[in-house]
């Protein structure tokens, strides 16, 4: 049964690739496995509404309004400038900053393109105007947004141990190193990139300034912070 599975997925990636409309391509995939697997029509359908009960996919729509709430409501833009607060005034800091709020963002929602549609219309004209070439601003927020699929909670990893039988928890632990490391390795990247380009910096803030700029930020951003802590 497992070969037929494989075989069935494998004509999916396949007609996925070729651009074969979205119908087509699952309905192949399920005629695999009604006239070779011999899995009965009756058996798909009632396995279908069976896992659509599932309270595992509760999560999925509430990660979506999570975000909706988060982008709508001014919290990411809060969390970006407390972010900024710490590394602002460093060559190359805003790129380390939209790395890093991409990761917390995408992890508050669960996707990668909350990280995208929240910090991409907010940073990209900043980073511009800061003096970094706008496809190197998009590029950076692209792939960063990637992060949202490593950093726990993740959709796709609830998805994942939902279809596999595995852990979420498990998954979770998994993926969490790897989105860390990328994360640095942005970062780092950013600020050896970022010494080619003629940037506008911010003033580096006495140790007052400094610490009051966190403490203001810090309350305003505090809702953000909070947010993985109430989802997991």
Known sequence: MIEIALLAIGILVVTLTLGVPLPWCFGTALMVMYFVGDVTMKGMVLWGFQQLGNPTLLAIPLFVLAGTIMSESGIAAALLRFVNSF???????LGVVAAVSCAVIGAISGSGLTGISAIGPLLIPEMEKRGYPREYATALIANSSILGLLIPPS???????????????ACFLATLGPGLLIMFNFSAVNLWMARKFNLVLDEKPTAREFTADITKRGIYAFP???MPVMIL
Do not use: E, P, Q, Y
């Open 224 to 226: 953000a912070l909070l």
């Open 87 to 93: 590394i602002g005034h460093v060559r190359g800091g």
């Open 155 to 169: 959709v796709s990893m609830i998805l994942f141990g939902w279809v596999t039988d595995t852990s979420i928890a």
